[in-house]
């Protein structure tokens, strides 16, 4: 769906956002982590068509992403943190902005406004800041794009909204659908995500299916330091570490912040060597 090759972005003032990017992004739901200002929304903003690659290339189903063609504008759509509707509530909305993507479906609208409290006719100008996420989510989950780029889905959201987001979105978006999530709340929904990228001032980290992590690296908790690991972080009078998985135990459940901190640490070379051996691919 999605080849990045050579990716490079630089603003007008010369910082450069992304540098040499390469990854192949295909069906799933993919977990996008960096810390703020790392290149997260210029990536997710060159794959959606509103800026242009400084060099290199960002193809959408097979056309560059800049050139914003109508079939392709038509099966994806980018959801922001700071979206405006300029509408009086989600219906009326849908009147005039639905019919530029042929997918949308009316019965998935109404089923997750119900998932949320919600009727679709509320004044979006009288809601709270969690309550109107929760209309424009249910709208965006609504218009069934191939490609959707949800940039801090649960912003804002309480904890029961935030488990009727991972419910709709375990529901709805299906295995032909590839969806990136940009967050710094992975647990939020975390039991989600086929893939995990990794994005560090502007370079990939790594690029990899979570089943490929979880055959090659385990994640344990003990109250004891371990006498050997790939990585360890003490919290709250336990030790958090990371190890090599041996192939005769069970895998263990990723641990995305664990794993983020470690990609990011000394041991980094080490851990992006063991998972990117020659059995392993980078597209994801």
Known sequence: MIQIHNLTYRYHNGFTALSD???SISTGIHLLLGENGAGKTTFMHIIA????????SC?????????????????LFIYTDNMMLPCKN???????????YPSFSMEILQE???EFGMTGYEPLASLSFGNRRKAQ???VIALNTGILLLDEPANGLDITAKQSLKRLLARFIGPEKCVIISTHTVSDLESLFDTLTVIHKG????????WKITERLAFLCDMMPPQECLYCEQDQGLFRYITVQEQSDQPTDINYQLL?????????????QLLNTPSHDTDI
């Open 260 to 272: 983020y901190n470690a990609l990011l640490s000394p041991k980094s070379n080490e851990i992006i």
């Open 49 to 56: 068509g509103l800026r242009t690659p400084t060099q290199g």
């Open 112 to 114: 997750c406004l119900r």
């Open 59 to 75: 193809l959408v189903y097979g056309e560059p992403s800049y050139m914003r063609m109508p079939s392709t504008l038509s099966n």
């Open 21 to 23: 990017i390469n990854c």
């Open 90 to 100: 989600i219906m009326e909305y849908t009147r005039s902005h639905a019919r530029f």
């Open 203 to 210: 370079h990939l980290v790594t690029s990899m299916p979570v």
């Open 137 to 139: 989510i249910a709208y």
